[in-house]
T-cell receptor, first 112, second 116 residues
Framework: AQSVAQPEDQVNVAEGNPLTVKCTYS??????LFWYVQYPNRGLQFLLK??????LVKGSYGFEAEFNKSQTSFHLKKPSALVSDSALYFC??????????FGPGTRLSVLP | KAGVTQTPRYLIKTRGQQVTLSCSPISGHRSVSWYQQTPGQGLQFLFE???????NKGNFPGRFSGRQFSNSRSEMNVSTLELGDSALYLC???????????????FGPGTRLTVL
């Protein structure tokens, strides 16, 4: 069965500093990995995905994520955080023919 | 293109009643998935429909059901509502993926259901 772990419930970072939101996964076979962001009272917005190819994936709003097969990780990163990045972030895994499994979410707070 | 739309946005029901939620996917998307989001359980997968057929199902009781129409619009129904069904119900649509595999899901704003 697929599973996703986001080990931090909350991440705090100062505006302008780099941010990292961690994600590890467990799936048999090749994973499809996704990051989504949720703002209050909104649905989830797609940020980026890894299907195959380059391990460093670039996405919306300056976010990027690095796929590390040996560590089964897919951490989300941004070089310089903005206050407007404060939101709930979800990592998700899927594979061919299977439904998405989402992590529990990490709340990111960017402090001015 | 218009995004995924869900109606209604907010619902208040009482225990024992039933409710129907509606989802219109992005034009051209044939896969529609439903999720339940609660503070305690996070995002839980309910079911996925593709071309009017249920393709995947999560671990929810039979009180939760869904269907998809020929225009890809989908509805989910919850019968005999319980207090624990209070949640944000999210719908997501997907285009056909690589070799038919999973592709990006695009979410609607959700329907906030409160059961009193």
């Amino acid at each position: 069965a697929q599973s996703v772990a986001q080990p931090e419930d909350q991440v705090n970072v100062a505006e302008g500093n780099p941010l990292t939101v961690k994600c590890t996964y467990s799936v048999s076979g090749n994973p499809y990995l996704f990051w989504y962001v949720q703002y209050p009272n909104r649905g989830l917005q797609f940020l980026l995905k890894y299907i195959t190819g380059d391990n460093l994936v670039k996405g919306s709003y300056g976010f990027e994520a690095e796929f590390n097969k040996s560590q089964t990780s897919f951490h989300l990163k941004k070089p310089s955080a903005l206050v407007s990045d404060s939101a709930l972030y979800f990592c998700a895994v899927s594979r061919y023919g299977q439904n998405f499994v989402f992590g529990p979410g990490t709340r990111l707070s960017v402090l001015p | 293109k218009a995004g995924v739309t869900q109606t209604p946005r907010y619902l208040i029901k009482t225990r024992g009643q039933q409710v129907t939620l509606s989802c219109s996917p992005i034009s051209g998307h044939r896969s529609v998935s439903w999720y339940q989001q609660t503070p305690g359980q996070g995002l839980q997968f309910l079911f996925e429909y593709f071309s009017e057929t249920q393709r995947n199902k999560g671990n929810f009781p039979g009180r939760f059901s869904g269907r998809q129409f020929s225009n890809s619009r989908s509805e989910m129904n919850v019968s005999t509502l319980e207090l624990g069904d209070s949640a944000l119900y999210l719908c997501a649509s997907s285009p056909p993926g690589l070799a038919g595999g999973p592709d990006t899901q695009y979410f609607g704003p959700g329907t906030r259901l409160t059961v009193l």
